[in-house]
């Protein structure tokens, strides 16, 4: 039986994405919306059985108060937190604030589907991977916490970011050629060679897992290297 649900996220491309796999798995989606700081009076308002909630900093302080009001007003809509690879305080505020679940946003679509049935049923919808993650943290802490957006743009050369910006922005492997001034073939090796570096299968994954981890939003302000220049002519 389907489940009644709603998607939420800042990014609506990704919301409406997810709503419409699910709808071909035959979950009846109330509404899939952008952004997610009024998805409480949204949720309040149209009462399905599970909300996904999105967002990409769920260690911020106040970002799962939207969790907490749904809950208190509807009790009986499970709220499954979708976000990027957790902190042990990240999973603590989604469940302390009423979450049922938290699944990380580049789990398959089964993985979902299996969290919002579990939390429809009223169980703890979390992998346990996730939890390992979290105890294997609180026990041994990183001296700093991990920016899992910092080290993804680590591992890009600055074309390889020029090329998953564009991706992001639904641009084809035609436009990227054309953009970056290079052969189709140049810029489908860069595209496959930048899904590989990130793990992941699909464009529609990469542009996801940029934008969740802020690794756009870095990519922005990462300053462009400036370019060769030549020696100087040696003084007469």
Do not use: W
Request: hydrophobic share 50%; proline share 9%.
């Amino acid at each position: 039986m389907g489940v009644r649900l709603m998607v939420v996220d800042d990014h609506r491309l990704l919301a409406e994405a997810l709503a419409s796999a699910l709808k071909l798995r035959g979950h009846r989606v109330l509404a899939a919306a952008a952004p997610s700081a009024g998805a409480a009076d949204l949720v309040v308002s149209r009462a399905p059985e599970v909300c996904l909630l999105g967002t990409a900093s769920p260690a911020e302080p106040g970002v799962f108060d939207p969790v907490a009001r749904i809950k208190k007003e509807r009790p009986q809509v499970a709220v499954v937190v979708l976000g990027p690879v957790p902190s042990p305080r990240g999973i603590a505020a989604a469940f302390a604030a009423g979450a049922s679940g938290y699944v990380r946003h580049d789990e398959r679509i089964e993985g979902v589907e299996r969290a919002m049935m579990k939390a429809r049923a009223g169980e703890a919808a979390v992998a346990p991977q996730l939890l390992q993650g979290a105890f294997a943290e609180l026990l041994n802490p990183a001296a700093q916490p991990d920016d899992e957006g910092a080290r993804l743009l680590r591992m890009l050369t600055p074309r390889e970011v020029e090329v998953l910006v564009r991706v992001a922005e639904g641009e084809d492997t035609r436009l990227i050629a054309a953009g970056m001034g290079i052969a189709p073939s140049t810029a489908r090796t860069h595209v496959q060679r930048v899904l590989m570096k990130l793990g992941v299968g699909s464009r529609l994954e990469a542009a996801a897992l940029a934008a969740r981890t802020g690794l756009l939003d870095r990519a922005a302000t990462r300053p462009v290297a400036p370019p060769p220049q030549p020696p100087s002519a040696p003084a007469p």
